[in-house]
C-alpha cells in the first residue's frame, strides 16, 4: 500500500487579501478560535485596536490595569483549558503583564501575550515608552518574538499558539513595533506550524515496558500513594486518572495545582498535601513504599526538606517535561510521557495483563483513621466563635453552591482555606495563583473565568489586601456586564504574614495591619475598618454588601449567588484565626503543626 506524500496530501497555506499587519494580527486570532482577549490600548498598540474595531469578530476586554487583564487571561485558560490573550502598549503597558506572565510560566498556563512595540528605527535609542520586552521576558517564557517583518506574522501568531497550548503549555510573547502593524502586504497563512526542532511537535509515549514497570511496583507495594499535579488537568486526564486508581486501588494526595484532577469526596482521595494541606495526605507520602507521582514537579512547598521527602518510598515520575525529571527529587524511574496516554494505557495493559491490586487492607485503614482523627477543622468547631471564621464562611459557600462553582483565589490564608474548605471533585474549579503566589490574582482571574464559562458561578474567595491590590477591575466587572463575584474574608490584616510573624517573629508587627494602626477594625470595633469596600464597590457600580454577624452570614451569602451581576461580599472576620496544619518551610512532616 503506498502513501501519499504529494504536495496536495498536505494542509497548504492560505493567501490573503491585502491587509495591514494589524488586520492580519485580528485574522491570525479568529483562525486560532478567539473570541475573546483583555486588551488595554497606547500609543504603541493603537494600530491594533483599530483593527479589532474594523472586525468586530473579538470581543475586547477593557481592563483597567494591565495587570487585570493579564491575569484575567490567565483565568480564562486555566477555566476553559483555551489559551487566553492579552495584550498592552510598549514601555509600561507591557512591564504591567510581567508578573502575569511569571505566574502563566510558573503553573504551565497556555497564554499569548502581544504587546505594541515602537518604530522598529527606534529600538535600542531608549525611544518614549520602549522597553526590551523580548529579552526582558525570556526566562519567563516558552518563546518570544520580536516581529521584525510583517511577513512573518502569520507564521508567529501559528507558531505561538502551538507553543502555548502543546506539551507542557506556558506563555508565549509577540513584541509587534508600530510600523510592522502598519506595513500593507499579502499575508499568507500558514495551515500547520514547521520547527527545526523535531522535540517541539514529538508525541511523548510511554513504552508498554515502562508502563508494566509501574504495574509491577504497585504489585509488589504494600503503601502506595499517587501524587498528581496539575498536569492532570492540564491534559485533561482526570477520568483516566480516576479508572487507574480505583483499578489500582492506590489513594490520591493531590497538589494545589491538581485540586479536582480526582473527586475530593471519594473514599480513596487524601484532598491535597504540604505545607497546608490535610495532615493525613502528608503522612501518607510521608511513609509510603511507593510514590507514584504523575504531572507534578515536587515543588517545595510539597516536600519541605526535600532530601527527606518520602525517604522510604520507591519514587516513579512520570511527566511531559524532561526538564523536571531529577531536577529537584532524584527517583527510581522516570518517565517521559503524556499522562492522558499512559493512565488509559497502564488500565488496558492491567487487563490484558490480569493484573491483581495489592492488599492493602492495613494501609488504607491507617490512612482512614488518620482522616477521622486529623480532618481539616470541623464545623463543630465554628460555633465556638462568636464572630464568623473564616473557614466557617468557606464551608458555608461550599454548602449553598453544593459545590457547583468555579472558586478563584487570591494569595494568602484564604487561599488555603478556600482549598481547604470547599470540596472539588473536578477540574477547572480551583483557580489560584500557586507557584509564583502573586497577590491581586483572584478578582481578575474570576472575571476571565466568567468569560470563559458564563453560565457558570464564579466566585473570587479573597483576603483584603490580595483584593485590593486590582480592585480597580471592579469597574471592567460593571462596565462589560461580567457577573463575577468577591467573597472578601477581611481580617484587616496581611494575614499570612501575620501568621508566620506569630509563629516564627514573636508577634511583632512588621508592617502587616493594613488599617490605622491605632484604631484597627475587627467584629468587635466596626468603626475602625479599613477600607469601605461597599462604598467602593457602589462607586463602581457594583452591588456590595458587609456582614459581621455569624447569623447574617448563610443568608448574605445566598443573596450573592443569587444576584444577577457582579457583587462584593464583605465578610469581617478576625485576624487571629491561623491556617493549620502547616509544616514550616524547610522542615518535614515531623515538624508540623497542627495546632
Not at 497546608?276 to 516536600?303: E, K, M, P
Not at 525517604?311 to 532524584?330: P, T, Y
Not at 470563559?452 to 464564579?458: G, I, L, N, S
Not at 469601605?532 to 462607586?539: L, P, R
Amino acid at each position: 500500500m503506498k502513501t501519499n506524500t504529494s504536495p496536495s496530501a498536505f494542509p497548504q497555506p492560505e493567501l490573503g487579501r491585502e491587509m495591514n499587519g494589524a488586520d492580519s494580527v485580528v485574522e491570525c486570532l479568529l483562525r486560532e478560535g478567539v473570541d475573546s482577549i483583555f486588551a488595554y490600548p497606547g500609543g504603541a498598540s493603537q494600530e491594533l485596536h483599530q483593527a479589532f474595531a474594523r472586525s468586530g469578530k473579538v470581543r475586547v476586554i477593557l481592563p483597567r490595569h494591565e495587570q487585570g487583564g493579564s491575569f484575567a487571561a490567565e483565568g480564562f485558560a486555566r477555566a476553559s483549558g483555551k489559551v487566553g490573550v492579552c495584550m498592552a502598549t510598549s514601555g509600561p503597558g507591557a512591564t504591567n503583564l510581567v508578573s502575569a506572565i511569571a505566574d502563566a510560566f510558573m503553573d504551565s498556563t497556555p497564554m499569548v501575550a502581544i504587546t505594541g512595540q515602537v518604530f522598529s528605527k527606534y529600538i535600542g535609542k531608549s525611544a518614549f515608552q520602549e522597553t526590551d520586552f523580548f529579552g526582558m521576558t525570556l526566562p519567563i517564557v516558552k518563546h518570544s518574538y520580536l516581529v521584525l517583518n510583517v511577513h512573518d506574522l502569520p507564521r508567529v501568531f501559528k507558531e505561538a499558539f502551538h507553543l502555548a497550548r502543546s506539551g507542557r503549555p506556558g506563555p508565549v510573547v509577540i513584541d509587534i513595533p508600530k510600523d510592522v502593524q502598519q506595513a500593507r502586504f499579502r499575508p499568507v497563512f500558514p495551515a500547520t506550524v514547521e520547527f527545526k526542532n523535531p522535540y517541539v511537535n514529538e508525541v511523548h509515549h510511554a513504552s508498554d515496558e515502562s508502563l508494566r514497570q509501574v504495574l509491577a511496583l504497585i504489585a509488589q507495594s504494600k503503601r502506595p500513594v499517587l501524587y498528581t499535579g496539575g498536569g492532570i488537568v492540564t491534559a485533561e486526564a482526570h477520568k483516566e486518572l480516576r479508572a487507574f486508581a480505583e483499578r489500582v486501588n492506590v489513594p490520591v494526595a493531590t497538589t494545589l495545582m491538581g485540586v479536582g484532577s480526582f473527586p475530593e469526596t471519594h473514599p480513596l482521595s487524601m484532598q491535597w498535601f504540604g505545607m497546608h494541606g490535610a495532615a493525613y495526605g502528608n503522612w501518607a507520602v510521608d511513609q509510603s513504599d511507593l510514590l507514584l507521582c504523575f504531572g507534578a514537579r515536587f515543588d517545595d512547598r510539597i516536600t519541605g526538606d526535600v532530601s527527606k521527602f518520602a525517604s522510604g518510598a520507591k519514587i516513579v515520575h512520570l511527566d511531559i517535561d524532561a526538564a523536571e525529571h531529577n531536577k529537584n527529587k532524584r527517583v527510581h524511574l522516570p518517565i517521559l510521557s503524556d499522562v492522558k496516554y499512559a493512565l488509559a494505557r497502564m488500565v488496558e495493559l492491567a487487563a490484558i495483563d490480569k493484573f491483581t491490586a495489592p492488599d492493602t487492607k492495613a494501609w488504607q485503614d491507617q490512612i482512614s483513621t488518620w482522616k477521622r482523627e486529623h480532618p481539616f477543622d470541623s464545623s463543630a468547631g465554628f460555633g465556638k466563635s462568636p464572630h464568623i471564621l473564616p473557614q466557617e464562611a468557606v464551608a458555608a459557600l461550599y454548602e449553598l453552591t453544593k459545590g457547583d462553582a468555579i472558586i478563584t483565589t487570591g494569595v494568602g490564608q484564604h487561599q488555603m482555606w478556600a482549598a481547604q474548605f470547599y470540596r472539588f471533585d473536578e477540574p477547572r474549579r480551583y483557580i489560584s495563583s500557586l507557584g509564583l503566589g502573586a497577590m491581586g490574582f483572584g478578582y481578575p482571574a474570576a472575571l476571565g473565568a466568567k468569560v470563559a464559562c458564563p453560565d457558570k458561578q464564579v466566585i473570587d474567595i479573597d483576603g483584603d489586601g490580595s483584593f485590593v491590590m486590582n480592585i480597580q477591575e471592579l469597574a471592567t466587572a460593571h462596565i462589560e456586564k461580567i457577573a463575577a463575584k468577591a467573597m472578601i474574608l477581611n481580617n484587616q490584616h496581611l494575614g499570612m504574614v501575620v501568621q508566620w510573624e506569630d509563629r516564627f517573629y514573636g508577634s511583632v508587627r512588621g508592617n502587616t495591619i493594613l488599617g490605622d494602626e491605632k484604631n484597627v477594625g475587627s467584629p468587635d470595633n466596626p468603626a475602625g475598618l479599613y477600607p469601605d469596600f461597599v462604598k467602593i464597590a457602589e462607586g463602581f457600580g457594583v452591588k456590595g454588601r458587609r456582614v459581621i454577624k455569624k447569623s447574617e452570614l448563610r443568608e448574605a451569602i445566598q443573596e450573592m449567588l443569587d444576584y444577577d451581576g457582579p457583587y462584593l461580599l464583605d465578610i469581617i472576620v478576625p485576624y487571629t484565626e491561623h491556617v493549620l496544619p502547616m509544616i514550616p518551610a524547610g522542615k518535614t512532616v515531623k515538624e508540623m503543626i497542627l495546632t
